[in-house]
C-alpha cells in the first residue's frame, strides 16, 4: 500500500481548525535556525495582515486564483469584498478546512499538473513565487501561471531580496560567485510525526525577476517595496 505523502502544513491547519490552538509547523532552512510557524498565523483576519498583503488583496480584480491557498485567508477577505475567487491548495486537509471556514470555490491539487482555466488575477503571497523552485525552472513556473491568466489578466506576487542574509558585520556580502543563486534556498517541515523530504524554494530580488518576466513574454511592475526588502509585483503579457 503506498503512504501518503507527508503534509505538515495541512496537518497543522487541521489540527488548529480543530481546537489546537498550539499547533505549530517547524521549518527547516539549509542557511537558518529552525523556526516555529504558528498555525494561528495562517487564520489571520484581513486587519491582521501585514500591509504588503492588504495592499496586495487590494488590487486584485476579476476572476481571482489564489495559489498555495493554505488556511485560506486570503481567499476570504476577497469574498468579502464581492470577488470571485477560487482557493488552490494542493494539501487535501488544508482545502478541507478551507471549505468549512466558507471559502465558496476550493480547488484541489497540482498548480503544475491541473488543467488551467483562465483567470483575471494570479495571486501568489507569502513568497508564492517560491513555488518556482530555482531559477532554472522559473521559466517553467511563469509559462504555467500564463496558461491561467486571461488576456489582459495580472499575477501579484511577493517576494524579496534576501541578499542582507549573506552580510558580514562590516557590511559586505560574501558570496560564492560560482555556486548557485542566493535566492535559492532548501527547506524541510514538520508537524507531529510528519515531515517533508527536502524541497527548494525560490526568493528573488526585483531586478533579476524583472529580466526573466521579460524572457517570459511579461512586464513586470514594481508596486511595492518595503524596508525588510519585501515587495510586491505586478507582471502582465507584454
Not at 484581513?46 to 493554505?70: C, H, K, S, W, Y
Not at 491561467?148 to 524579496?160: F, R
Not at 560574501?174 to 548557485?180: I, K, V
Request: net charge negative.
Amino acid at each position: 500500500m503506498q503512504l501518503e505523502k507527508p503534509d505538515p502544513m495541512g496537518g497543522a491547519i487541521k489540527a488548529f481548525w480543530e481546537g489546537n490552538k498550539e499547533a505549530s509547523v517547524t521549518v527547516y532552512s539549509d542557511n537558518m535556525e529552525a523556526d516555529e510557524l504558528p498555525a494561528a498565523y495562517l487564520f489571520r483576519t484581513f486587519t491582521e495582515m501585514p500591509e504588503r498583503e492588504q495592499f496586495a488583496l487590494n488590487e486584485a480584480r476579476g476572476r481571482v486564483l489564489d495559489i498555495g491557498a493554505g488556511a485560506g485567508s486570503h481567499a476570504l477577505a476577497l469574498q468579502e469584498k464581492g470577488l470571485e475567487v477560487t482557493a488552490l491548495e494542493i494539501s487535501e486537509r488544508a482545502a478541507q478546512v478551507q471549505k468549512a471556514r466558507g471559502v465558496k470555490n476550493v480547488l484541489t491539487g497540482d498548480f503544475f499538473e491541473l488543467d488551467p482555466t483562465p483567470h483575471d488575477t494570479l495571486l501568489l503571497l507569502m513568497n508564492g513565487i517560491g513555488l518556482a523552485g530555482t531559477l532554472d525552472q522559473l521559466p517553467h513556473f511563469l509559462e504555467t501561471c500564463k496558461r491561467w491568466l486571461a488576456p489582459g489578466g495580472q499575477i501579484l506576487l511577493e517576494s524579496s531580496d534576501i541578499l542582507y542574509l549573506y552580510e558580514e558585520e562590516d557590511g559586505s556580502v560574501l558570496l560564492d560567485l560560482n555556486g548557485a543563486y542566493y535566492g535559492e534556498l532548501t527547506y524541510m517541515m514538520e508537524y507531529g510525526t510528519e515531515r517533508t523530504p527536502p524541497f527548494p524554494w525560490l526568493f528573488i530580488d526585483f531586478d533579476l525577476l524583472h529580466q526573466y518576466a521579460q524572457e517570459a513574454g511579461l512586464t513586470a511592475e514594481l508596486l511595492l517595496q518595503e524596508e525588510d526588502d519585501h515587495y510586491i509585483a505586478r507582471l502582465t503579457r507584454t
